[in-house]
């Protein structure tokens, strides 16, 4: 089992940054590729961005490429997704997941997921 909790996310001015946080217990992190997975409010969630678990090799969804990175610390069980050039579109909540493959987690599915946490951009 693996338990996932976000943070960071809040209200942010459209051309903002915001950096998302996801703290994870249980097993050991570095077992999992990681990512952040989106659901805005009546969509369909989407994937956002994943991480190997080595950290060697990253995606983006092409709404997010060249805004966001995403990146990981497997010593403090930690992953991060630092967002600028924020858009109203980004607008939704933000949930951290971990699966055993980046592919599974690109097709927008996950083996474990947090409780996400709301970013919203103003206009």
């Known amino acids: 089992q693996v338990q996932l909790v976000e943070s960071g996310g809040g209200l942010v001015q459209s051309g903002g940054s915001l950096r998302l946080s996801c703290a994870a217990s249980?097993?050991?992190?570095?077992?999992?590729?990681m990512g952040w997975i989106r659901q805005a409010s009546g969509k369909e969630r989407e994937f956002v961005a994943a991480i190997s678990s080595s950290g060697g090799s990253t995606g983006y969804a092409d709404s997010v490429k060249g805004r966001f990175t995403i990146s990981r610390d497997n010593a403090k069980n930690m992953v991060y997704l630092q967002m600028n050039s924020l858009k109203p579109e980004d607008t939704a909540v933000y949930f951290c997941a971990a699966a055993s493959a980046e592919r599974t987690l690109r097709a927008g599915n996950y083996g474990y997921r947090g409780q996400g946490t709301q970013v919203t951009v103003s206009s």
């Open positions: 249980g097993r050991t992190l570095s077992m999992y590729a």
